[in-house]
């Protein structure tokens, strides 16, 4: 069934204004039923606003927001739907597809896009004990060094550290830094996997000796921790130094693992410190206070030395190192504070930072201007200037 442009502009607004008579919904819905070629997961994370907006309008709730859909029947009608709805918004014939590099920066009404900005990439910069720098990104490939009995390798985007001989030489510290924009995983010398998220810090000794293990960590990074009996592991996180030297000589907010994988954001921009435990156990402590959590659980460092234990939500914990923005009731600031860091913009609000809430995931291997359609169709009005994310 062909049908004009006109048409089912017309349809996709009756349908958002909750207007479409019986037959008109009919026709709505045959407009999917031609075998249109259609991919789930590609299309969700830009269309599921959208939908959101449609779903609120029924329903009589507000419009803002992005909100995960569960399927049903209807389900893959409704994902062709949100193509239309996106046509309309966009005012252009755009569908999406999972390939960056040829998808054109295509703006919606309302959002201007003076400069674009791609997503972030696998990039750190490694600084060896020798004082030695050395730039990783996804291209490279092969041993970029040696210490003592091990070689660096960087593999797969990530750095690994493969044993070939006697530990030997001299003991020191390596780091390994992430800019805005990037991220990157490294296997330390005991086995142990960091993924590192933008604009991190984690310095590490070259050998793990002494029977213990001790890393420190700036910005945030996801930890599955090897098991070595009798040879604890310790992450002593930066920030949780504040207030050290004014409260009588406090101790740094300290993770001691008991278990094995678990998230630690420690930002300086954000109002608390969190650690989230997914797997096995944990022991978070600053100072005189103490706690111990539980898989599901997280803990946030609220002003010098007060641990909060709640649930947690893990999944927006560590969608970050899946591939995805996940946010469960997240402010405007909360959602900029990461597009700032991920796409290396600066955030500047013009009328004051807007009340909208946001729950559901998106991809993060999109350009910006992708996302600000979502922001857009949510009622959040961007514009991106230079490196600058104004939001109006």
């Known amino acids: 069934m062909h049908m004009s442009t006109e048409r089912i502009q017309y349809l996709v607004r009756r349908y958002l204004d909750g207007l479409l008579t019986p037959e008109e919904l009919e026709e709505f819905n045959r407009l999917f039923e031609d075998g249109t070629d259609y991919r789930e997961a590609d299309w969700e994370p830009l269309f599921e606003t959208v939908m959101a907006r449609a779903d609120a309008v029924e329903a009589g709730k507000p419009r803002s927001g992005l909100l995960r859909l569960q399927g049903g029947g209807v389900r893959r009608m409704r994902w062709l739907a ?19 590099s040829v998808r054109p920066a295509v703006a ?7 400069h674009d900005a791609a997503p972030g990439s696998s990039k750190a910069m490694l600084t060896l004990a020798d004082g030695q720098r050395v730039a990783l990104d996804s291209t490279q490939g092969g041993v970029i060094g040696r210490q003592g009995g091990e070689e660096l390798v960087s593999r797969d985007q990530q750095l690994v550290y493969e044993q070939v001989g006697e530990v030997s030489g001299g003991y020191g510290y390596n780091v390994l830094t992430t800019p805005r924009g990037g991220q990157y995983t490294v296997v330390l010398p005991d086995g142990t996997k960091v993924w590192l998220n933008a604009d991190s810090y984690l310095r590490y000794p070259t050998t793990f000796t002494g029977g213990k293990r001790e890393v420190e960590l700036r910005g945030e990074g996801y930890f599955e921790v090897a098991a070595r009996a ?6 002593n996180v930066l920030r949780g130094k504040r ?27 954000e109002p608390v410190l969190r650690t989230t435990l997914v797997e096995g156990a944990v022991r978070v402590s600053k100072g005189v206070a103490a706690v111990v959590l539980r898989p599901g659980q997280q803990a946030r460092l609220e002003g010098e030395d007060r641990l909060v234990v709640s649930e947690a939500d893990v999944e927006e ?3 970050w190192k899946n591939g995805l923005f996940k946010f469960d009731g997240a402010g405007i600031g909360q959602v900029m504070r990461q597009l ?13 930072e807007p009340k909208d809430r946001f729950q559901g995931e998106l991809y993060r291997d999109v350009r910006v201007s992708e996302l600000l359609k979502i922001l857009e169709a ?15």
């Open 82 to 100: 949100a193509a239309v709805v996106l046509f309309v918004i966009a005012g252009t014939a755009w569908l999406l597809e999972r390939s960056p």
């Open 108 to 114: 919606a009404a309302g959002v201007v896009v003076v």
């Open 230 to 235: 009798g040879e604890p592991f310790r992450v």
């Open 243 to 269: 207030g050290a030297e004014v409260a009588g000589g406090l101790e740094p907010l300290r993770v001691d693992v008991l278990g094995t994988h678990f998230n630690i954001m420690d930002y300086e921009d």
């Open 317 to 319: 914990a560590v969608a």
């Open 340 to 352: 700032s860091r991920w796409y290396d913009l600066d955030v500047e609000y013009i009328h004051g």
């Open 378 to 392: 949510s009622g959040v009005h961007c514009a991106v200037e230079g490196k600058k994310l104004l939001v109006k």
